[in-house]
């Protein structure tokens, strides 16, 4: 296996782990929302549920990015791998 190929394998991977690491905040703030009695401070729990969503949101896209450049980074850092 060549350089170029172990580093998109290696940035596929990457990719993956990161979309993995959104899973726990996003199931963190649905808990919340169903745990969280609808009282007069509701407002101030709507925008920390919906904190976790974004940055949730986040990390799939950045993890869906690396995904899908790992191919053209790849290629980048290893110009000079002879195919």
Not at 4 to 26: D, E, T
Not at 65 to 80: V, Y
Request: with cysteine; proline share 2%; charged share 10%.
């Amino acid at each position: 296996m060549k350089s170029r190929q172990l580093a998109n394998v290696l940035f596929k991977v990457l990719g993956f782990s990161v979309c993995l690491y959104a899973i726990p905040s996003c199931v963190s703030g649905i808990i919340i929302a169903f745990m969280q009695p609808q009282t007069s401070g509701w407002g101030t729990e709507v925008l920390r549920i919906v904190s976790y969503a974004i940055g949730a949101g986040v990390q799939v896209a950045i993890g869906v990015a690396i995904i899908a450049m790992s191919q053209k980074i790849s290629g980048w850092l290893f110009k000079s791998d002879d195919e």
